[in-house]
């Protein structure tokens, strides 16, 4: 059985710092491109970033390039979100994804992320 859990999730001040942490359980994980999305409220869910399997090659969506970074540990079957300076518009349900070919075969049950002063 396949799992994603994530963990890091809260509520931070803007400006601040948080780190999203998944791991991936029940398949190999050096086999698929690992991608963090997240969902506002009634907004579509939205890819915040991805990073392929074999060279690591890493893509952002425009509202988190030079603030957020995407990275992982094949050893530790874990791939991070380090999200800095966070806006009150970072507030969302973050989830991360196991992607093959494309297509997204596994989600994670989601981490709740609040910007507020």
């Known amino acids: 059985q396949v799992q994603l859990v994530e963990s890091g999730g809260g509520l931070v001040q803007p400006g601040g710092s948080l780190r999203l942490s998944c791991v991936v359980s029940?398949?190999?994980?050096?086999?698929?491109?690992m991608a963090w999305y997240r969902q506002a409220p009634g907004k579509q869910r939205e890819l915040v970033a991805s990073?392929?399997?074999?060279?690591?090659?890493?893509n952002y969506a425009d509202s988190v390039k030079g603030r957020f970074t995407i990275s992982r540990d094949n050893a530790k079957n874990t791939v991070y979100l380090q999200m800095n300076s966070l806006k009150p518009t970072d507030t969302a349900d973050y989830y991360c994804?196991?992607?093959?070919?494309?297509?997204?075969?596994?989600w994670g049950q989601g981490s709740q992320v609040t910007v507020s002063s």
């Open positions: 994804a196991a992607d093959r070919r494309g297509v997204t075969l596994y």
């Open positions: 029940g398949t190999i994980f050096s086999f698929y491109t």
């Open positions: 990073i392929s399997s074999g060279d690591a090659r890493t």
